[in-house]
């Protein structure tokens, strides 16, 4: 490609697995879990029913005013109706409808008013408020769950220099008395910015040491794009040996040839941070679920399990303890053996919860931190064409042997050079010309993050120059060509608030209205659609995910995962997005967050 690339992350789905990843025996026992509505003896579709016996309609208008249902208050059986039909299903053969029933833990069906009063005698029925909308349950396709817990103790995102950084990490210490009378404490942050810095420059050990309440203590502490580390002397100190270079990262280093402090990419794993406890893992989950729920997301792709986080997520599913569907890559370490025909795969663990069947590697860095490869070099730094941080001769062998042995394989590629040796790896994988295209040519899955172009797009131009930076975060150019785009965040990198992805995804514009091209949006030709930027949020990533067949849609016989939101994202104004509210986040039929 002659351009910077959209994604983040392309996926593949293992050629051998069906769509939904499940065999039709699997889907016929599903469709036969739904409660079937009762209907009336002269509707010509008669069928077998099971009937729910309760004082006939009771309150079909009155519960309108009803006192709205917590989750140990929902009946097993319930319609939830709109006053003015907005319930999007995103079901192409049913897009928008007034009512919808729930049976424990499945839709069991969908239509008019009418139509559920005639098919359903006997459930009680809940109304939306005026002016909310429904939407299937949401889906972020690339997170960082235990991360984000993590960075809420000591967020470093927002001072405008690295002297404020500094000051903040000294606050947390003081706050902390655990941490201010034990200097040998790990302190762990994330969410530093030195491109959103005055003066932009890359921070040093010396500065933690300049201060005297962080002087002397383990500091590590992570970049906002995750590509970057900042740590203190003592981290130095301990670090056994540090080489010259390191394939696929850069040790930075001043100009006597002394490490500075900052590890990219790569050279990130000579830095021994102490591994979180089960309890500390735990904490960090729940705060993550906490916030999640509150935004409506139903489900999460975590993009980077370490064996250690996978053993505790599977922990947490036979211990019955996830509160959210999560769907986890395992990182791929280059430098050690492949495991692919060894590890086993969690497919619909914890009630259907928890998912482990694919594998995440790692092509390039960054653009923010100019890790990202490139064919040429950067404009503002043309000593650098970023770098791979894999040999492409190791991605044409692993990636056929991941999809032989049945497992979804999930490559990071932002710059164009990585995008193109990552298609080509692809492409040869898979036996079957720009690049755009061939995301729809070969099936690939293009996982982006539209709350990064509307951040990168402020420093792209100065990065690629103008030609290359038309190719940046390009949506319309992968969708028009036939890809299919599923939609995250990666938070902790930016706001977990999928409705913060929809807004930039239709508008190109930061949250004031702005970009560098004016109030019309950067590059607004690569604008999705509302439509498809809702596809992006539940259809896809359920997709991507192996779960089409339950989730996604609004559908009969799905899991009943739903949103209820305070105002129509459909058609309000787009500057009012962001002032809308989630009213309810519900999962197999129960809120986890709100009432219905």
Same mark, same amino acid.
């Given at each position: 490609?002659?351009?910077? !690339?959209?994604?983040?992350?392309?996926?593949?789905?293992?050629?051998?697995?069906?769509?939904?990843?499940?065999?039709?025996?699997?889907?016929?026992?599903?469709?036969?879990?739904?409660?079937?509505?009762?209907?009336?003896?002269?509707?010509?579709?008669?069928?077998?029913?099971?009937?729910?016996?309760? @004082?006939?309609?009771?309150?079909?208008?009155?519960?309108?005013?009803?006192?709205?249902?917590?989750?140990?208050?929902?009946?097993?059986?319930?319609?939830?109706?709109?006053?003015?039909?907005?319930?999007?299903?995103?079901?192409? @053969?049913?897009?928008?409808?007034?009512?919808?029933?729930?049976?424990?833990?499945?839709?069991?069906?969908?239509?008019?008013?009418?139509?559920?009063?005639?098919?359903?005698?006997?459930?009680?029925?809940?109304?939306?408020?005026?002016?909310?909308?429904?939407?299937?349950?949401?889906?972020?396709?690339?997170?960082?769950?235990?991360?984000?817990?993590?960075?809420?103790?000591?967020?470093?995102?927002?001072?405008?220099?690295?002297?404020?950084?500094?000051?903040?990490?000294? $606050?947390?210490?003081?706050?902390?008395?655990?941490?201010?009378? $034990?200097?040998?404490?790990?302190?762990?942050?994330?969410?530093?910015?030195?491109?959103?810095?005055?003066?932009?420059?890359?921070?040093?050990?010396?500065?933690?040491?300049?201060?005297?309440?962080?002087?002397?203590?383990?500091?590590?502490?992570? !970049?906002?794009?995750?590509?970057?580390?900042?740590?203190?002397?003592?981290?130095?100190?301990? %670090?056994?040996?540090?080489?010259?270079?390191?394939?696929?990262?850069?040790?930075?280093?001043?100009?006597?040839?002394?490490?500075?402090?900052?590890?990219?990419?790569?050279?990130?794993?000579?830095?021994?941070?102490?591994?979180?406890?089960?309890?500390?893992?735990?904490?960090?989950?729940?705060?993550?679920?906490?916030?999640?729920?509150?935004?409506?997301?139903?489900?999460?792709?975590?993009?980077?399990?370490?064996?250690?986080?996978?053993?505790?997520?599977?922990?947490?599913?036979?211990?019955?303890?996830?509160?959210?569907?999560?769907?986890?890559?395992?990182?791929?370490?280059?430098?050690?053996?492949?495991?692919?025909?060894?590890?086993?795969?969690?497919?619909?663990?914890?009630?259907?919860?928890?998912?482990?069947?694919?594998?995440?590697?790692?092509?390039?860095?960054?653009?923010?931190?100019?890790?990202?490869?490139?064919?040429?070099?950067?404009?503002?730094?043309?000593?650098?064409?970023?770098?791979?941080?894999?040999?492409?001769?190791?991605?044409?062998?692993?990636?056929?042997?991941?999809?032989?042995?049945?497992?979804?394989?999930?490559?990071?590629?932002?710059?164009?050079?990585?995008?193109?040796?990552?298609?080509?790896?692809?492409?040869?994988?898979?036996?079957?010309?720009?690049?755009? @295209?061939?995301?729809?040519?070969?099936?690939?899955?293009?996982?982006?993050?539209?709350?990064?172009? %509307?951040?990168?797009?402020?420093?792209?131009?100065?990065?690629?120059?103008?030609?290359?930076?038309?190719?940046?975060?390009?949506?319309?150019?992968?969708?028009?060509?036939?890809?299919?785009?599923?939609?995250?965040?990666?938070?902790?990198?930016?706001?977990?608030?999928?409705?913060?992805?929809?807004?930039? @995804?239709?508008?190109?514009?930061?949250?004031?209205?702005?970009?560098?091209?004016?109030?019309?949006?950067?590059?607004?030709?690569?604008?999705?659609?509302?439509?498809?930027?809702?596809?992006?949020?539940?259809?896809?990533?359920?997709?991507?995910?192996?779960?089409?067949?339950?989730?996604?849609?609004?559908?009969?016989?799905?899991?009943?995962?739903?949103?209820?939101?305070?105002?129509?994202?459909?058609?309000?104004?787009?500057?009012?997005?962001?002032?809308?509210?989630?009213?309810?986040?519900?999962?197999?039929?129960?809120?986890?967050?709100?009432?219905?």
């Amino acid at each position: 490609m002659s351009a910077q !690339s959209t994604p983040s992350e392309l996926r593949k789905r293992s050629p051998s697995s069906s769509p939904s990843g499940r065999s039709q025996k699997d889907r016929s026992l599903d469709s036969t879990r739904q409660l079937k509505p009762s209907y009336r003896p002269n509707n010509a579709l008669r069928m077998t029913a099971i009937r729910v016996v309760v @004082a006939g309609l009771l309150g079909f208008f009155g519960l309108r005013a009803a006192q709205k249902w917590g989750r140990s208050e929902v009946p097993d059986a319930y319609a939830l109706c709109s006053p003015e039909g907005k319930i999007f299903t995103v079901d192409e @053969a049913n897009p928008e409808v007034e009512c919808m029933v729930i049976h424990g833990s499945h839709f069991s069906d969908v239509g008019s008013l009418a139509d559920i009063r005639l098919r359903w005698t006997a459930i009680p029925v809940r109304f939306i408020q005026s002016g909310a909308v429904v939407v299937p349950g949401i889906s972020d396709s690339h997170v960082h769950i235990l991360e984000y817990g993590a960075t809420i103790q000591l967020p470093l995102e927002g001072p405008k220099s690295v002297k404020e950084t500094v000051q903040v990490v000294r $606050n947390y210490i003081l706050s902390d008395p655990d941490v201010r009378h $034990n200097k040998s404490t790990f302190v762990e942050g994330w969410g530093w910015d030195h491109t959103q810095w005055l003066l932009e420059q890359w921070p040093t050990s010396e500065d933690l040491e300049n201060d005297p309440v962080v002087r002397g203590r383990p500091i590590v502490l992570q !970049s906002k794009d995750g590509h970057a580390i900042w740590v203190s002397k003592k981290i130095l100190d301990d %670090i056994e040996f540090i080489p010259e270079e390191i394939e696929g990262g850069t040790i930075f280093r001043d100009s006597n040839g002394n490490p500075t402090g900052v590890f990219m990419d790569s050279a990130q794993s000579l830095v021994n941070a102490p591994e979180p406890t089960h309890d500390q893992m735990e904490k960090r989950f729940g705060l993550a679920v906490r916030d999640a729920h509150k935004v409506g997301l139903t489900a999460l792709h975590d993009a980077g399990f370490n064996p250690r986080s996978l053993a505790f997520f599977k922990k947490q599913a036979e211990e019955d303890k996830l509160p959210i569907r999560v769907y986890g890559m395992t990182y791929f370490n280059e430098s050690a053996e492949y495991w692919g025909n060894s590890v086993e795969k969690v497919i619909g663990a914890g009630n259907n919860r928890l998912s482990a069947r694919s594998v995440k590697i790692f092509a390039d860095g960054a653009l923010r931190s100019g890790g990202a490869a490139l064919y040429e070099p950067y404009s503002d730094n043309p000593e650098t064409r970023g770098f791979l941080r894999i040999d492409p001769e190791l991605l044409n062998k692993v990636i056929p042997r991941f999809l032989r042995d049945g497992w979804q394989v999930n490559v990071h590629a932002i710059g164009d050079r990585a995008n193109g040796v990552v298609l080509d790896a692809f492409e040869a994988a898979l036996k079957d010309a720009n690049d755009m @295209a061939r995301f729809g040519d070969l099936g690939i899955i293009a996982s982006i993050q539209p709350t990064h172009a %509307i951040s990168d797009m402020w420093f792209g131009e100065d990065r690629l120059g103008p030609e290359r930076v038309k190719g940046l975060y390009a949506f319309r150019s992968i969708i028009d060509h036939g890809g299919r785009i599923a939609l995250g965040s990666d938070f902790p990198v930016e706001d977990m608030n999928p409705l913060a992805g929809f807004y930039a @995804a239709i508008t190109r514009l930061s949250p004031d209205g702005k970009s560098p091209h004016g109030p019309g949006g950067w590059f607004p030709e690569q604008r999705m659609t509302r439509q498809e930027a809702l596809k992006g949020m539940t259809l896809d990533p359920a997709y991507a995910s192996f779960s089409d067949d339950q989730l996604g849609t609004i559908t009969p016989g799905k899991r009943a995962d739903y949103v209820v939101l305070s105002k129509d994202i459909m058609t309000i104004p787009a500057g009012k997005l962001l002032e809308t509210k989630v009213l309810a986040t519900v999962i197999d039929g129960r809120p986890v967050y709100g009432k219905i």
